[in-house]
Nanobody, 127 residues
């Protein structure tokens, strides 16, 4: 099991932006997908964005669609989550995750469908 490492979290005022990063150099193959999840205190961990390598598909939860952008820089082997127009409701621990076989479940499916995880990076948005 490989360990992912997120970075880029922090504190920001409502309306601000942050960009999260997650190196992915240990992962190769066309059947992969990478996801960004978040978990607020007392709530379940849920997917907010994902990218499917095989068809370059991008996926977003309704709560972040139009505000967050997921991308994969192949040259830098790094997964990003650009977060704009942040609101206090976005406050959570954010996790990067990798799934080795993306053929069965939606990339936004529940956390158990992902194989590897990072430790998380905290995002706090103040009003």
């Amino acid at each position: 099991q490989r360990q992912l490492v997120e970075s880029g979290g922090g504190s920001v005022q409502a309306g601000g932006s942050l960009r999260l990063s997650c190196p992915t150099s240990e992962y190769t193959g066309s059947n992969l997908c990478f996801g960004w999840f978040r978990q607020a205190p007392g709530k379940d961990r849920k997917a907010v964005a994902a990218i499917r390598i095989g068809d370059h598909g991008l996926f977003y939860s309704d709560s972040v669609k139009g505000r967050f952008t997921v991308s994969l820089d192949n040259a830098k082997a790094t997964l990003y989550l650009q977060m704009d127009s942040l609101s206090p409701e976005d406050t959570a621990m954010y996790y990067c995750a990798a799934r080795l076989d993306c053929s069965r479940f939606s990339p936004l499916s529940y956390p158990g469908t992902y194989n590897d995880w990072g430790q998380g990076t905290q995002v706090t948005v103040s009003s």
